[in-house]
């Protein structure tokens, strides 16, 4: 179809964001323009309150933008109705959180089904899909297990697992090795690092390890305060 | 997500806190089994009032009188005499013949009642007379007796007497199906059952009494003597040929006369000239006729046409039939009422869902979040919750009804065997037609739908950052 879009996956303009409290207004993102490259990865470094999670909560449609523009896929997100906002995370992005995310009645299994639910796979074919999922994700030993029978690492490969049910174009991970150790951490990093390399998976990372982060990533975005530094 | 997604979800989540949803089921469960229960005893009134009426004939009978009865009226004519006297069509076997040719009319015959002491063996026991053609053998009541047949002859000297009639007279006719027992009392007066067969062709006295004229006339001043009497009594024997079913509790027996006689056998039993005190005091004299025509028309929709001919030639004319839309509307309105009361059993029950559902929302905030996080949209959220909600009332009104009905069931199990007399017939005083049945399940299910309406649109709104955010 179009090179540019394929180039560019996303692209984010003079993007800006302000939360309000009460009369006072907090600007979180001020004024940020960036091009994705299709099946790069990149980190966004930042001081803690620099805007990391709430740059990716934009691209991911979790939250709203104030002003600027977001294109994925030619789109712009900020025009998007909130049906289309759903379907936008539904189909073009996955997200991973530093505290997991999944849902404790369900099993690892159940967790994945749920999202190949909203992604209408017919019922059917979800468990299997499913299990192949977190086959991918090393995680065959443990399909049955509940959030809290499993290990930090284990979890979080559930919840990539469950980030990657619906095919999304991008994965928008918010320190999700923030809560684990240094080896299992290594692990989680090495298991994105092939999936971008298999799937040509575009990964968008908040981190606060620039060393994995310089090592990994095709390009860093250093945040200040909501704005790009460079370098 | 599908329908069945939807379903699975929210019984997983209902199922979770099952203790939870177990009390807000059984608010709904009370509040449909109080609002069925009410309406339905309601219901049940109406069918047992309406039945009867239809097993008596009554919808497609008439009464005709050649004026108004009306008390005030009486009062007035007792002060001045006959000053407002209407113009009045006598009653008499001319106009009977008159009516007879008004298409729609299957029958037409004076109304005779008198009372009249019933004897067999050694019991008397007072009534009042049925005067009725044996052409009346072809309906209700009269088509469907407890046991024999109707008189076939107008001046046959065989009766029908009512079940009832029977028991003060001290005599159980056997009912096969429901086996009578004896209650202590009934054995103290000497009461026995006995099969229909020894009861049919028994010889039974019908006394009426008749004015001593010479006696009146002497003011009673030489009242000596046995025969002296101002009434004397006149003694006719006939044959019990068949006995009339035990009437329901709805309708009133005293109106129809504890024995059916036949109609120019009736007529011909001397008695005192007037049917009533009633007559009795009335200033109004009737130059010959009835006092009322028992008219029946063929069918129900003949009843409108019959009423106006009969108005058109002047006289009055009452019918049940008439008064059936009264009654309905009574009913509807006794029906309001009461599914009002358990109406606000359910709107409690509601409350009750409306609470619990935003207890589990406040608990399950972050996976709300999850689900919009990968991708679930305001509508699906908002539908889960729907689907939940109506669960509770789908459940809760199938299980609502079946408490419902087994209260109505102790209800009348209790109205029967301690309240009822013995030996009356059963009645039913609740009854669940299936617009009841299926109307407490769509009401519930909407009741149910009208509470989660605002947990799920708060459920669907939540914000997932918020939602998501570690703390
Ligand atoms: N809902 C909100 N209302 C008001 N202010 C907010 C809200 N969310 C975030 N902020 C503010 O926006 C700024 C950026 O927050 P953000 O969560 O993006 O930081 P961060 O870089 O992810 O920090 P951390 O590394 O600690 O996660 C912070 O100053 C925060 O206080
Ligand atoms: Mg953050």
């Given at each position: 179809?179009?090179?540019?879009?394929?180039?560019?996956?996303?692209?984010?303009?003079?993007?800006c964001?302000?939360?309000?409290?009460?009369?006072?207004?907090?600007p979180?993102?001020?004024?940020?323009?960036?091009?994705?490259?299709?099946g790069?990865?990149?980190?966004?470094?930042?001081?803690?309150g620099?805007g990391?999670?709430?740059?990716l909560?934009?691209?991911?449609?979790?939250?709203?933008?104030t002003?600027?523009?977001?294109?994925?896929?030619?789109?712009?997100?900020?025009?998007?109705s909130?049906?289309?906002?759903?379907?936008?995370?539904?189909?073009?992005?996955?997200?991973?959180?530093?505290?997991?995310?999944?849902?404790?009645s369900?099993?690892?299994?159940?967790?994945?089904?749920?999202?190949?639910?909203?992604?209408?796979?017919?019922?059917?074919?979800?468990?299997?899909?499913?299990?192949?999922?977190?086959?991918?994700?090393?995680?065959?030993?443990?399909?049955?297990?509940k959030?809290?029978?499993?290990?930090?690492?284990?979890?979080?490969?559930?919840?990539?697992?469950?980030?990657?049910?619906?095919?999304?174009?991008?994965?928008?991970?918010d320190?999700?090795?923030?809560?684990?150790?240094?080896s299992?951490?290594?692990?989680?990093?090495?298991?994105?690092?092939?999936?971008?390399?298999?799937?040509?998976?575009?990964?968008?990372?908040?981190?606060?390890?620039?060393?994995?982060?310089?090592?990994?990533?095709?390009?860093?975005?250093?945040?200040?305060?909501?704005?790009?530094?460079?370098? | 997500?599908?329908?069945?997604?939807?379903?699975s979800l929210?019984?997983?989540?209902?199922?979770?806190?099952?203790?939870r949803?177990?009390?807000?089921?059984?608010?709904?469960?009370?509040?449909i089994?109080?609002?069925?229960?009410?309406?339905?005893?309601?219901?049940g009134?109406?069918?047992?009032?309406?039945?009867?009426?239809?097993?008596?004939?009554?919808?497609?009978?008439?009464?005709?009188t050649?004026?108004?009865i009306?008390?005030?009226?009486?009062?007035?004519?007792?002060?001045?005499?006959?000053?407002?006297?209407?113009?009045?069509?006598?009653?008499?076997?001319?106009?009977?013949?008159?009516i007879?040719?008004?298409?729609?009319?299957?029958?037409?015959?004076?109304?005779?009642?008198?009372?009249?002491?019933?004897?067999?063996?050694?019991?008397?026991?007072?009534?009042?007379?049925?005067?009725?053609?044996?052409?009346?053998?072809?309906?209700?009541?009269?088509?469907?007796?407890f046991a024999?047949?109707?008189?076939?002859?107008?001046?046959?000297?065989?009766?029908?007497?009512?079940?009832?009639?029977?028991?003060?007279?001290?005599?159980?006719?056997?009912?096969?199906?429901k086996?009578?027992?004896?209650?202590?009392?009934?054995?103290?007066?000497?009461?026995?059952?006995?099969?229909?067969?020894?009861?049919?062709?028994?010889?039974?006295?019908?006394i009426?009494?008749?004015?001593?004229?010479?006696?009146?006339?002497?003011?009673?001043?030489?009242?000596?003597?046995?025969?002296?009497?101002?009434?004397?009594?006149?003694?006719?024997?006939?044959v019990?040929?068949?006995?009339?079913?035990?009437?329901?509790?709805?309708?009133?027996?005293?109106?129809?006369?504890?024995?059916?006689?036949?109609?120019?056998?009736?007529?011909?039993?001397?008695?005192?000239?007037?049917?009533?005190?009633?007559?009795?005091?009335s200033?109004?004299?009737?130059?010959?006729?009835?006092?009322?025509?028992?008219?029946?028309?063929?069918?129900?929709e003949d009843?409108?046409?019959?009423?106006?001919?009969?108005?058109?030639?002047?006289?009055?004319?009452?019918?049940?039939?008439?008064?059936?839309?009264?009654?309905?509307?009574?009913?509807?309105?006794?029906?309001?009422?009461?599914?009002?009361?358990?109406?606000?059993?359910?709107?409690?029950?509601?409350?009750?869902?409306?609470?619990?559902?935003?207890?589990?929302?406040?608990?399950?905030?972050?996976?709300?979040?999850?689900?919009?996080?990968?991708?679930?949209?305001?509508?699906?959220?908002?539908?889960?919750?729907f689907?939940?909600?109506?669960?509770?009332?789908?459940?809760g009104?199938i299980?609502?009804?079946?408490?419902?009905?087994?209260?109505?069931?102790?209800?009348?199990?209790v109205?029967?065997?301690?309240?009822?007399?013995?030996?009356?017939?059963?009645?039913?005083?609740?009854y669940?037609?299936?617009?009841?049945?299926?109307?407490?399940?769509?009401?519930?299910?909407?009741v149910?739908?009208?509470?989660?309406l605002?947990?799920?649109?708060?459920?669907?709104?939540?914000?997932?950052?918020?939602?998501?955010r570690?703390?």
């Amino acid at each position: 179809m179009n090179d540019t879009y394929d180039k560019h996956i996303l692209e984010v303009s003079n993007l800006c964001k302000i939360y309000h409290k009460g009369k006072i207004e907090i600007p979180a993102v001020k004024d940020i323009s960036y091009k994705f490259h299709n099946g790069q990865i990149i980190s966004i470094v930042g001081k803690s309150g620099s805007g990391k999670s709430t740059l990716l909560n934009l691209i991911g449609g979790l939250d709203v933008a104030t002003s600027g523009q977001i294109l994925i896929n030619g789109k712009d997100l900020i025009k998007m109705s909130r049906y289309e906002l759903a379907l936008h995370r539904r189909f073009l992005v996955g997200m991973v959180f530093q505290s997991f995310n999944l849902i404790h009645s369900r099993n690892a299994l159940q967790n994945v089904t749920l999202a190949l639910a909203f992604g209408g796979v017919p019922r059917k074919d979800r468990k299997e899909k499913a299990a192949e999922l977190l086959k991918s994700v090393g995680l065959e030993q443990r399909l049955y297990h509940k959030p809290a029978e499993l290990s930090g690492g284990e979890a979080q490969r559930v919840a990539i697992a469950r980030a990657l049910a619906n095919n999304p174009k991008v994965l928008l991970a918010d320190e999700l090795t923030g809560n684990l150790d240094s080896s299992t951490s290594k692990e989680i990093i090495d298991l994105l690092m092939n999936l971008n390399k298999e799937k040509n998976l575009t990964i968008l990372m908040v981190t606060h390890d620039i060393e994995t982060a310089e090592r990994v990533s095709d390009n860093v975005i250093r945040l200040k305060d909501g704005m790009v530094i460079s370098d | 997500m599908n329908l069945l997604d939807m379903f699975s979800l929210g019984f997983t989540n209902l199922w979770r806190t099952r203790l939870r949803t177990f009390l807000t089921l059984l608010g709904v469960v009370i509040g449909i089994a109080a609002l069925t229960s009410m309406v339905s005893f309601g219901t049940g009134m109406q069918k047992n009032v309406e039945d009867t009426f239809a097993n008596n004939d009554l919808f497609t009978s008439m009464t005709v009188t050649s004026e108004e009865i009306d008390l005030e009226g009486m009062m007035h004519d007792a002060m001045e005499e006959d000053t407002v006297q209407k113009q009045s069509i006598p009653l008499n076997d001319s106009l009977i013949q008159v009516i007879r040719e008004i298409e729609g009319v299957n029958t037409v015959f004076p109304e005779i009642w008198f009372v009249v002491k019933l004897e067999i063996g050694e019991e008397t026991s007072s009534t009042n007379v049925n005067a009725v053609p044996a052409s009346m053998g072809e309906f209700k009541p009269y088509n469907d007796l407890f046991a024999g047949k109707f008189f076939d002859n107008d001046s046959s000297k065989e009766v029908v007497i009512r079940w009832e009639t029977l028991k003060r007279l001290k005599i159980i006719a056997e009912d096969e199906d429901k086996p009578y027992s004896l209650s202590e009392k009934d054995s103290l007066d000497g009461v026995c059952i006995l099969p229909v067969d020894s009861i049919l062709g028994r010889k039974i006295k019908v006394i009426s009494a008749v004015v001593n004229a010479p006696q009146i006339a002497l003011g009673g001043l030489m009242n000596i003597g046995a025969d002296n009497q101002p009434f004397k009594e006149n003694i006719s024997e006939y044959v019990i040929c068949g006995i009339l079913k035990k009437a329901s509790s709805f309708s009133n027996d005293a109106y129809k006369g504890g024995i059916v006689i036949p109609m120019k056998t009736a007529r011909a039993i001397p008695r005192t000239n007037f049917t009533s005190m009633w007559n009795f005091f009335s200033k109004k004299k009737k130059k010959g006729g009835y006092n009322s025509l028992y008219v029946r028309v063929e069918e129900i929709e003949d009843v409108k046409f019959v009423k106006k001919e009969l108005e058109q030639i002047g006289v009055k004319v009452f019918s049940i039939g008439d008064q059936l839309k009264e009654i309905r509307r009574v009913f509807m309105i006794m029906d309001a009422i009461l599914g009002a009361i358990g109406t606000i059993a359910l709107i409690v029950a509601s409350l009750g869902i409306i609470n619990t559902m935003i207890m589990s929302i406040l608990e399950r905030t972050r996976e709300i979040g999850v689900m919009k996080a990968i991708g679930g949209s305001e509508w699906e959220i908002r539908k889960i919750f729907f689907v939940e909600a109506s669960a509770i009332g789908l459940v809760g009104a199938i299980f609502g009804l079946i408490l419902g009905w087994m209260v109505s069931r102790v209800a009348n199990y209790v109205v029967n065997t301690s309240i009822m007399p013995a030996g009356e017939e059963t009645v039913i005083l609740f009854y669940f037609p299936l617009w009841l049945v299926l109307g407490a399940i769509v009401f519930s299910v909407v009741v149910s739908l009208a509470a989660g309406l605002y947990p799920a649109s708060r459920a669907a709104r939540i914000n997932p950052v918020e939602a998501l955010r570690h703390d």
